[in-house]
């Protein structure tokens, strides 16, 4: 059986404005929440040198604002989950893993957040 080549896409670091919250601050307010992304993709690098053949990091990061922009999400959970489904549309896509950090919930702590791992049905 042969192996399938794959290669990684990362977003690192991403902080961004979002309202996400339950607390009534948070419905209100923006908040610092940082991005995480890791995605996993089918390797075409050894075909034509064009930029359709793979996945976009530039497109990664739109489909985070578009997301943020339709307005307050009240968990981090379904925020990454809607990132994550908005990524997977994108057939190249096999596996994308995003962590999301709220930057600004507690003082004691630089940040709270999950990771979901999601995979694309083939």
Known sequence: MKKEKKYLVLVKNLILKASVG????EKTKKQKVRFNISVTAHDNIKKKND????????DIIKNVKNVINKGHTPLVEN????????????????????????????KETESVGIKIIRMNKK
Do not use: G, Q, W
């Open 51 to 58: 930029i359709s053949d793979f996945v976009s990091y530039e």
């Open 79 to 106: 925020l990454a989950h809607n990132i994550a489904e908005k990524c997977l549309i994108n057939k190249k896509i096999l596996r994308i893993e995003i962590m999301i950090e709220k930057l600004e919930t507690f």
């Open 22 to 25: 339950i607390y009534p601050k």
